[in-house]
């Protein structure tokens, strides 16, 4: 499809256990983030990806949770020994290019964890 | 740091009615705003954007918002409720200044449309 997508778009796990999150970006978008939202709260920026590197980790919560961009495509959001505070819907967003910022990112629609 | 508050979580209005979703923002200069949408099982999408330019904005689906820097305000309105404007709203600004790469949201309008 045109837009972005990401899997799974539903995922329960038990606490403690490790979890992964794909993000498949519009092609030819440079530009990626992720951001949590949690029930009742805006989006909160986690990480921004400009091609394969992160640009800006300063959202991530601590030390359990990385992301990467291997191949300037694709990115995976990972958490290690998740918490139940972990629980929330995970947003992927992409962007052609950060100069010249126009505020205009495009959205995937997320990937909510339920951690038990 | 450039942040935003908005002062409604819920609104309620007839379908046919104005909707006014309000947005006071802070910031130690002029700053770029943005209004974002989220439909039940969508993707965020931009709904509109000041960038210092016109302060009156129009944007998608008949939605329009007026820059207020005497009130630091961005509040968003449109005529004509439809039901199909049933969603929630986010006030945004970029953090780190204009050319900023990350987006603020607040903490979002659920906006209601009744027959």
């Known amino acids: 499809g045109a837009g972005v997508s990401q899997t799974p778009s539903n995922k329960v796990t038990e606490k403690g256990k490790y979890v992964e999150l794909r993000c498949d970006p519009i092609?030819?978008?440079?530009?990626l983030y992720w951001y949590r939202q949690s029930l009742g709260q805006g989006p909160e920026f986690l990480i921004y990806?400009?091609?394969?590197?992160?640009?800006?980790d300063s959202g991530l919560p601590n030390d359990r949770f990385f992301a990467v961009r291997p191949e300037g495509s694709v990115s995976t959001l990972k958490i290690q020994r998740t918490e139940r505070g972990d629980s929330a819907v995970y947003l992927c967003a992409s962007s052609p290019r950060t100069s010249g910022f126009t505020g205009e990112l495009f959205f995937g629609e997320g990937s909510r964890l339920t951690v038990l | 740091a450039q942040s935003v508050t908005q002062l409604d979580s819920h609104v309620s209005v007839s379908e046919g009615t104005p909707v006014l979703l309000r947005c006071n923002y802070s910031?130690?200069?002029?700053?770029?705003l943005f209004w974002y949408v989220q439909h039940p099982n969508k993707g965020l999408q931009l709904l509109l954007k000041y960038t210092s330019a016109a302060t009156l904005v129009k944007g998608i689906n008949g939605f329009e918002a007026e820059f207020k820097k005497s009130e630091t305000s961005f509040h968003l309105t449109k005529p004509s409720a439809h039901m199909s404007d049933a969603a929630e709203y986010f006030c945004?600004?970029?953090?780190?200044?204009?050319?900023?790469?990350?987006?603020?949201f607040g903490k979002g309008t659920s906006l209601l449309v009744t027959p």
């Open positions: 092609s030819g978008h440079t530009a």
């Open positions: 945004v600004v970029p953090t780190g200044g204009n050319s900023g790469y990350a987006l603020n």
């Open positions: 910031s130690s200069y002029s700053p770029s």
């Open positions: 990806f400009q091609g394969t590197g992160a640009a800006d």
